[in-house]
């Protein structure tokens, strides 16, 4: 992929359109902003800080939508994968990578458990 910052709108609910900027390495996604301004408040800014960590911190694309926010988790999903495209990747391979591994923690009685 041509690293550099990219600008893309992704489609929205609240608005017809998300503005997002998108940084790409070689080979890496580096950070993803997603200016949700024009988006309903409430469940879909867990999309906006939830989902652009999880692309990056795992670096796929397979990433399940939350729950009541599908259109907005897509279009995040969307505006990433198109930004890839443009850089001259291929959005479908990061669709095909692995989904991030869920951890789940317990919390004994002094310690948390992974």
């Known amino acids: 992929m041509k690293p550099s910052k990219y600008s893309v ?3 929205g609910h609240g608005s017809s359109y998300m503005p997002m900027e998108v940084t790409l ?7 993803i902003n997603v200016d949700a301004s024009g988006e309903t408040r409430g469940v879909a800014d867990e ?3 939830r989902l652009p960590k999880l692309i990056v911190d795992n670096q796929t694309l ?29 959005s479908e391979e990061w ?20």
């Open 9 to 11: 709108k992704a489609q």
């Open 25 to 31: 390495s070689k080979d890496k996604i580096e950070d």
């Open 47 to 49: 999309v906006f800080n």
């Open 62 to 90: 397979n990433i399940d939508a939350v729950s009541g926010a599908t259109i907005s988790s897509h279009g995040v999903i969307d505006g990433v994968a198109q930004t890839i495209n443009e850089a001259g990747g291929n």
């Open 95 to 114: 669709k095909r990578r692995a989904k991030p591994r869920k951890v789940l923690l317990k919390k004994t009685k002094n310690m948390i458990l992974m």
